[in-house]
C-alpha cells in the first residue's frame, strides 16, 4: 500500500482551547498528530471515525480529503471551531463551524 502522510490538502484552521490558540492542518500526517495528541477529548462518535479514516488515508486506503474531512467533523462534535484559510493570514479564514451554539458558518 502507498503511504500518503505528507500529501497536503487545502488547509483547515482549528480554534483550540480556551485561549483560543490556532491550529493549522494541511496534511494527514499533522490531522494524526492533532487528534492522538492534542484533540479535548477521546470519545465521540466522530472521533473515532476521524482516527480510523487518518490511519485509512496514512495507509492508502483512503484519500488524504476524506481524513480532513473526518477532521472537520470530529471538530464539530468536540465543539472545536474551523476554518478554511486560502492565507497563511487568520483574519482571511472563512470560518466553516460555528464559535458556539446558536452561531452559524459563513460559507
Same mark, same amino acid.
Given at each position: 500500500?502507498?503511504?500518503?502522510? =505528507? &500529501?497536503?490538502? *487545502?488547509? @483547515?484552521? =482549528? @480554534? =483550540?482551547?480556551?485561549?483560543?490558540?490556532?491550529? !493549522? #492542518?494541511?496534511? #494527514?500526517h499533522q490531522i494524526a498528530?492533532?487528534?492522538?495528541?492534542?484533540?479535548?477529548?477521546?470519545?465521540?462518535?466522530?472521533? @473515532?471515525?476521524?482516527? &480510523?479514516?487518518c490511519l485509512e488515508a496514512?495507509?492508502? $486506503?483512503? *484519500?488524504?480529503?476524506?481524513? !480532513?474531512? $473526518? =477532521?472537520? &467533523? $470530529?471538530?464539530?462534535?468536540?465543539?472545536?471551531? #474551523?476554518? +478554511?484559510?486560502?492565507? *497563511?493570514?487568520?483574519?482571511?479564514? +472563512?470560518?466553516?463551524?460555528?464559535?458556539?451554539?446558536?452561531?452559524?458558518? &459563513?460559507?
Open positions: 500500500m502507498k503511504r500518503n502522510t =505528507l &500529501r497536503p490538502f *487545502p488547509a @483547515v484552521t =482549528l @480554534v =483550540l482551547g480556551e485561549s483560543g490558540g490556532y491550529r !493549522r #492542518v494541511n496534511s #494527514v498528530e492533532l487528534l492522538l495528541g492534542h484533540w479535548p477529548v477521546e470519545n465521540g462518535e466522530e472521533y @473515532v471515525a476521524a482516527v &480510523r479514516i496514512m495507509l492508502g $486506503a483512503a *484519500p488524504p480529503e476524506a481524513a !480532513r474531512e $473526518a =477532521l472537520i &467533523r $470530529a471538530a464539530g462534535e468536540a465543539g472545536i471551531s #474551523v476554518m +478554511q484559510c486560502n492565507s *497563511p493570514f487568520v483574519n482571511h479564514c +472563512q470560518r466553516l463551524l460555528p464559535t458556539k451554539a446558536g452561531d452559524s458558518p &459563513r460559507h
